[in-house]
Each structure stands twice: as structure tokens, then as C-alpha cells.
């Protein structure tokens, strides 16, 4: 069984930043693609970055700029470092690794003064 465990969200004031982490445990070896996605009520689940193994990374259009995500293969690990938080960040962030896929249980972030 494998489990995907999120930290780091949080309540933080416009401006400023917070740092996102996910960690797999269980019968997992190598992932290929590790990524956040976003969540808000009434909204589908939106891309905001993944990275591929061989450190390529794809944003979506509000994280350009602003978010840098990384990863650490050897303890399958994927961090989110979100900057210059705006209201609209505000979300559940769920970690994604695939193939195959697994989610997290997400993380709340809420943005706001």
C-alpha cells in the first residue's frame, strides 16, 4: 500500500509564502512525474505544477512566476515553495505521483488578511 502525506499549509496573510511537502511511503520504488494540484469548492482539481524525473518542470499559469517546485528521488519527495500569495492561491493542494497514480489527502492553504 502506498501513501502519499502532505504538510506545510497553513493560513498566511497576502505576500507572503509557505512551503508545501509530500512524501510516499510503502511499496514504492521510483515515480516518474510528481506534482500539486488545487482544489477550491464548485471548481475542478487544477494543475499547479509537476515535475518530471529527469528535473523538467511544467506550471500551470497562476503558479508561473510565483511557485518553484522541486523533488528529492531518493526519499520520494515533492516540495511546493509558493511565493507572493494571493487570495485566489486559496485551496486544498493535493500531491500527485504518477504512474501509476496515487493522491495525497491534501493540505488546506488559505490566503487572506
Known amino acids: 500500500q502506498v501513501q502519499l502525506v502532505e504538510s506545510g499549509g497553513g493560513l498566511v496573510q497576502p505576500g507572503g509564502s509557505l512551503n508545501l511537502s509530500c512524501v510516499a511511503s510503502?511499496?514504492?520504488?521510483?515515480?516518474?512525474?510528481m506534482g500539486w494540484y488545487r482544489q477550491v469548492p464548485g471548481r475542478q482539481r487544477e494543475l499547479v505544477a509537476h515535475i518530471n524525473n529527469d528535473g523538467s518542470a511544467n506550471y500551470g499559469d497562476s503558479a508561473k512566476g510565483r511557485f518553484i517546485i522541486s523533488r528529492d528521488n531518493a526519499k520520494l519527495a515533492v516540495f511546493l515553495e509558493m511565493n507572493s500569495l494571493k487570495p485566489e492561491d486559496t485551496g486544498v493542494y493535493y500531491c500527485?505521483?504518477?504512474?501509476?497514480?496515487?493522491w495525497g489527502q491534501g493540505t488546506q492553504v488559505t490566503v487572506s488578511s
Open positions: 500527485h505521483f504518477f504512474p501509476p497514480q496515487y
Open positions: 510503502g511499496n514504492i520504488f521510483r515515480v516518474n512525474t
